[in-house]
């Protein structure tokens, strides 16, 4: 049975239907082997779960392996979700994510696999650029696992603090200490390497 | 800014940037709005909103590059498409469920405390009910329906309206008990 979204005919973006009540139909769906309903669900999250696993992942074909395996799963368990749990989307990062971990665990830790995206050849305004997004992972590369992740899901990936602390086992209150943590290691980050800068032109000049 | 002199709404505004940024977008949607509302009477949380507003443009760049690099992913998609597995039997998978949320549902402590509750009650109706041989029976209809059961191993039949019962029958049936 096809997902057809209604739209506000009014509007061209907006969508009437609740977007967590169109992934909960298209879990019912694939849970009764719909493929079409599958294929929609894939389409909504893998550029951004891809985004969220490559942090995790140095190699971009483990990425894509991991990426392939969480949809399996979601393909084979779509009848075990439970609703009262997880929302769709939590349900889906949270094996992304337990699936990262559990290779992370089996590896030794690596850089951020973002790093290794980054043309070598490009402009130089794309690498002053590049280096602003490089300091950023550098910061977060450094942040302890749990606040990493928990800056992942709710900064990153956009996910509601109900379901970043679903996917991390975890009371909001402590989702938002972690998360208030990481930003302020970031900030601090920041403000050295502000400094730092700071007081190399300051040597320049003398 | 001392905490010292923040109100609880004011303490929960500082909470929530700190924890989920400068974005509204980002905060939690129940609350956004009173944050919104304190927020716009302190300017000591507006001077703090903006230091952070920084950290935020930082992230908001870096996820779009992000995003930019990965593409839509379209290969990889096709590929997981094509190499979708059939769903595993209905049958098995139902049981399966079915046996987790058994299990689910036994360890849950009411739904324990109910169920032993239950069997508890099971086993006082289970069990072979006697008058009392502590407490030596006060009336009439309590001897009856104690001397009854002791020699019958049955309830006094609810149709023997021990009125019509008398001291004689039950000593005849006792001497017929021992053989007498």
């Known amino acids: 049975m096809a997902i057809t979204l209604r739209r506000n005919p009014l509007s061209n973006n907006d969508c009437v239907m609740d977007p967590s009540a169109i992934e909960t139909q298209q879990l019912r769906q694939i849970a009764q082997g719909d493929k079409h309903a599958f294929a929609q669900l894939l389409s909504a999250y893998l550029p951004s779960l891809l985004g969220f696993i490559k942090r995790y992942v140095k190699e971009p074909a483990q990425a894509e392996d991991i990426a392939q395996e969480t949809f399996l799963r979601v393909w084979q368990r779509a009848g075990d979700w439970q609703p009262r749990e997880h929302s769709p989307r939590s349900w889906i990062y949270r094996i992304a994510y337990n699936l990262c971990i559990d290779l992370i665990r089996k590896q030794k830790p690596t850089t951020d696999a973002l790093d290794e995206l980054i043309a070598p050849d490009s402009p130089e305004s794309e690498v002053i650029e590049q280096n602003q997004h490089q300091h950023l992972r550098t910061a977060i590369q450094s942040l302890p696992e749990r606040q990493r992740t928990a800056l992942y899901l709710c900064a990153f990936q956009g996910l509601s603090n109900k379901e970043a602390a679903s996917i991390m086992s975890l009371g909001v209150d402590a989702l938002e200490s972690l998360l208030a943590r990481a930003r302020r290691s970031l900030r601090n980050y920041f403000a050295s390497l502000e400094g730092e800068h700071h007081e190399s032109n300051l040597s320049f000049l003398r | ?180």
Request: proline residues 6%; negative net charge; contains cysteine.
């Open chain 2, 1 to 180: 800014m001392s905490l010292t002199y923040l109100s609880s709404a004011e303490r929960r505004a500082r909470e929530i940037l700190e924890a989920y940024g400068s974005s509204p977008s980002c905060w939690p949607a129940e609350e956004r709005q009173t944050t919104l509302d304190c927020i716009a009477l302190s300017p000591a949380l507006q001077l703090y909103r903006a230091q952070l507003a920084e950290l935020d443009q930082r992230i908001q760049a870096e996820q779009a590059a992000t995003l930019l690099r990965i593409g839509d992913a379209e290969a990889l998609q096709q590929r997981i498409l094509a190499q979708l597995p059939a769903q595993s039997g209905t049958s098995a998978s139902d049981k399966t469920r079915l046996g987790q949320r058994l299990l689910r549902w036994l360890v849950m402590p009411r739904f324990a405390f109910a169920l032993t509750s239950v069997a508890v009650l099971a086993v006082i109706m289970m069990m072979p009910r006697s008058p009392s041989i502590d407490v030596p029976p006060q009336t009439t209809s309590q001897y009856a329906a104690w001397s009854w059961y002791d020699i019958t191993g049955q309830d006094l039949p609810a149709t023997s309206a021990t009125s019509t019962l008398t001291m004689t029958d039950f000593i005849d049936l006792e001497l017929d008990e021992d053989g007498g």
